[in-house]
């Protein structure tokens, strides 16, 4: 009898899936929110609608030699957190309250967001150490943590 995927392993395997749209260079991400086990809205890092993508141009932040998890802002995409809020905005769908599932932990910067909007839960499958950021998601009484998911 074959094993019936847990939803928080359903939704992660699925942000995983939406992390292959990126076109980013240095680290493919994907996040998606969900609200009562529907899939609200996806994201994934890259470059804004209609713009060259860095697979074609090259990475800005590979051309500046800038470290990873330094200088957000000094890069052409957006987050993959960041397009799951745009997304919801441009289609008319309310994420307050919502649970949010990223293959990477979100940046101090999609943190922020990602309060402001109201999530409840931020779930991710890979970590990096930012107190500064897990603080701010204690402070504001939103649940996150690593979900470790079996890989196939």
């Not at 809205?41 to 998890?69: F, Q, W």
């Not at 949010?100 to 839960?121: A, D, F, S, W």
């Amino acid at each position: 009898m074959s094993r019936r995927l847990p939803w928080p392993e359903y939704f992660m395997k699925i942000a995983y899936l939406v992390a292959e749209r990126s076109t980013c260079l240095r680290r493919k991400v994907g996040a998606i929110a969900v609200k009562d086990k529907r899939i609200a809205a996806t994201g994934y890092n890259g470059v804004p609608s209609g713009l060259a993508h860095c697979e074609d141009v090259g990475c800005l932040r590979e051309k500046m030699g800038i470290p990873s998890g330094q200088r957000h802002e000094l890069c052409r995409g957006l987050h993959a957190e960041q397009n799951v809020i745009i997304q919801a905005a441009t289609h008319g769908v309310d994420i307050s309250g919502a649970s949010i599932y990223c293959t990477t932990q979100p940046c101090l910067i999609c943190t922020k967001m990602l309060i402001n909007v109201g999530v409840k839960e931020i779930w991710f499958a890979e970590a990096y150490p930012d107190e500064l950021s897990q603080g701010m998601l204690t402070e504001a009484g939103v649940t996150f943590g690593l979900l470790e998911i079996p890989h196939d």
